[in-house]
């Protein structure tokens, strides 16, 4: 059997060329490939945009509470202000003026003239002294004037101190003695109500809370 060989057509006629399968794919999807390329491109550009501005959101908001309350902390626990005012304790220079009203200075009053609440305890009971006292204060001492409810009292005597009294005939006896503020001061006076002079031991307390400048 004869089989005729049938010419080769020029290059290219009855075939088709790859450039042309591709030419005709783009057609048929309506958009040329490297458009499609770059479209998936920028897609995924975004996409990694879009993901990166979301976890520096969710990274700002997990540490924003966390300096809120690290700034409350501080806040909180910061330390106080330090000094007397805070402390409430007197200031060095409240302590070297003394009280305003008295002049106290430490425990002893500033140089001057003040009347002071005293008590008497001790004896009967029956006697008294003259509240307040004059207190008279100098650099070396500070004394009291101590006057009694009865003009029988002939001496009183102090530490071993024996002293006699200043009032005026007729008057309620008086004496000046030694004091301290606000200690239990034993003294003894020798009075002549009785039918003979007997020396009767007492207890005299000066009340530094009520030290006044006297007029």
Not at 49 to 72: D, I, K, M, R
């Amino acid at each position: 059997m004869l089989q005729t060989a049938l010419p080769a057509g020029p290059s290219g006629v009855g075939r088709r060329r790859p450039g042309r399968l591709a030419a005709t794919a783009r057609r048929l999807s309506g958009r040329p490939a490297p458009a499609r390329r770059r479209s998936a491109v920028r897609g995924l550009l975004l996409a990694g945009a879009v993901g990166l501005v979301g976890l520096w959101g969710l990274a700002g908001c997990a540490a924003g509470p966390a300096a809120t309350t690290a700034g409350q902390s501080a806040t909180a626990t910061g330390p106080s202000p330090a000094g007397p005012a805070a402390s409430g304790q007197p200031t060095a220079a409240g302590a070297a003026s003394g009280d305003q009203t008295t002049g106290v200075v430490g425990e002893r009053p500033a140089p001057g003239l003040y009347n002071v609440a005293v008590s008497l305890t001790g004896g009967s009971g029956r006697a008294s002294v003259q509240s307040p006292a004059r207190l008279t204060v100098t650099a070396e001492a500070m004394t009291a004037e101590i006057v009694w409810s009865s003009p029988y009292y002939t001496y009183m005597e102090v530490d071993g101190v024996t002293y006699q009294p200043t009032n005026q005939l007729g008057e309620n006896a008086s004496f000046t003695i030694p004091v301290a503020l606000d200690q239990d001061l034993a003294v003894s006076a020798e009075t002549t109500a009785m039918s003979q002079p007997h020396v009767i031991d007492y207890q005299l307390r000066l009340d530094s809370t009520t030290l006044v400048a006297a007029p």
